[in-house]
């Protein structure tokens, strides 16, 4: 689904925006308004304003927090328990549309290795969508 189909939808819709602390808006924006803020903004101007916006982004978050368990390298979660993150800060607010924005906390990893952990990631979500 596109952009302009998702905004062309008339019921409300719940977003869910979650990643590291850039996405939680961390002490380095000084006061200013995080992503979510503006994006919660833009759908008041677009009329859109009974939208439900949800920042769950947490500092510290990386791919493996929002990996199954079984998928996490050695069963182990990096920050939250592993799959915590899917649960806890994607799927229990049953969202309409999800934006990720990770990877500052995945600098070691080599450039497959986050691929590989992007793709199981979205796989996780697919699935959790799928069942609602």
């Given at each position: 689904m596109t952009m302009e189909?998702?905004?062309a939808q008339k019921e409300d819709l719940t977003w869910?925006?979650?990643g590291d602390s850039i996405t939680h808006n961390g002490s380095w924006t000084q006061g200013m308004n995080?992503?979510?803020e503006w994006f919660e903004q833009?759908?008041?101007?677009?009329?859109?304003a009974d939208d439900?916006?949800?920042n769950t982004g947490w500092g510290g978050a990386d791919i493996q927090d929002f990996l199954y368990e079984k998928d996490t390298p050695k069963g182990n979660?990096?920050?939250a328990d592993p799959g915590m993150g899917l649960e806890q800060f994607i799927t229990k607010y049953n969202p309409d549309v999800?934006?990720?924005k990770l990877g500052m906390n995945n600098r070691s990893m080599t450039t497959n290795n986050f691929v590989r952990y992007y793709k199981m990631m979205l796989d996780g979500i697919y699935a959790e969508g799928r069942k609602n």
């Open positions: 189909e998702i905004f869910v925006i979650t995080s992503y979510s833009y759908l008041y101007m677009t009329g859109r439900s916006v949800f979660g990096v920050f999800v934006t990720i």
